[in-house]
């Protein structure tokens, strides 16, 4: 998921949830790129960056 690549940032997030996505993404963020909060067109490209992957165990 490459979801800031105007930062030249290659963040990836593997979580159960879009929520818990969203939660990472957000702290990712926070202290990475000292946002305080996610700005709405941003939510946006990470929401539409998130791929679901099947597992099978
Ligand atoms: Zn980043």
Do not use: L, Y
């Amino acid at each position: 998921m490459d979801v800031e690549p105007k930062m030249g940032c290659a963040f990836e997030v593997r979580a159960e949830t879009e929520a818990e996505v969203m939660r990472i993404a957000g702290e990712h963020g926070k202290i990475v790129h000292k946002m305080t909060s996610m700005p709405p067109d941003m939510a946006a490209k990470v929401k539409s960056a998130i791929k679901t992957v099947t597992v099978n165990v």
